[in-house]
C-alpha cells in the first residue's frame, strides 16, 4: 500500500468518541471541520454581508440617482460588498474600505450629484440660536 493511500484512509473512531474522523497524518477528512459550528457561523456571517451590502447598494443607487450605466452599477455593487465586509473583518477593514472608498469617489466624479448641499450652520448662526 502507498503513502498516499494509507493517508487517504480514515481513522476508525472509537464508539463513544464524538466529532468527525481524523485521517492518519491527522488532517480531517474531506468535508469536515475542526469547529463543528464552522459553517453555521460562516454562513450566517456571509448572509449578514449580503443583506447588508444590499441596503448600501441601495443607497449608493439612490445618490447617483439611478443613472449609472451597467459597468459603473458592478463597480457600486463592488464598493457596497467591500465596505459591508469591512464591517466584519478586521484584518482587511482599512483595505476594504480604502478601495470602495476609491471606487466611490471615482461614481461621483463621473455623476456629479445635482445641488444637494447638506445645510450648514454658520458659527455666527450656532451663536445666535444658543442664546
Do not use: C
Amino acid at each position: 500500500m502507498s503513502a498516499l493511500a494509507a493517508q487517504s484512509k480514515t481513522q476508525i473512531k472509537p464508539s463513544g468518541a464524538a466529532g468527525p474522523s481524523r485521517r492518519i497524518n491527522g488532517r480531517f477528512a474531506k468535508g469536515y471541520s475542526g469547529n463543528p459550528a464552522g459553517h453555521k457561523t460562516f454562513a450566517a456571517n456571509q448572509a449578514l454581508i449580503r443583506k447588508h451590502a444590499a441596503e448600501l447598494l441601495k443607497a449608493l443607487r439612490d445618490e447617483f440617482s439611478g443613472k449609472l450605466s451597467a459597468v459603473d452599477l458592478a463597480f457600486a455593487e463592488q464598493a457596497a460588498l467591500m465596505l459591508a465586509k469591512a464591517q466584519i473583518s478586521e484584518k482587511h477593514r482599512v483595505h476594504l474600505t480604502t478601495k470602495a472608498g476609491a471606487i466611490i469617489e471615482r461614481l461621483r466624479e463621473r455623476y456629479p450629484a445635482r445641488k444637494q448641499s447638506v445645510p450648514t450652520l454658520s458659527l455666527q448662526e450656532v451663536l445666535r440660536r444658543g442664546r
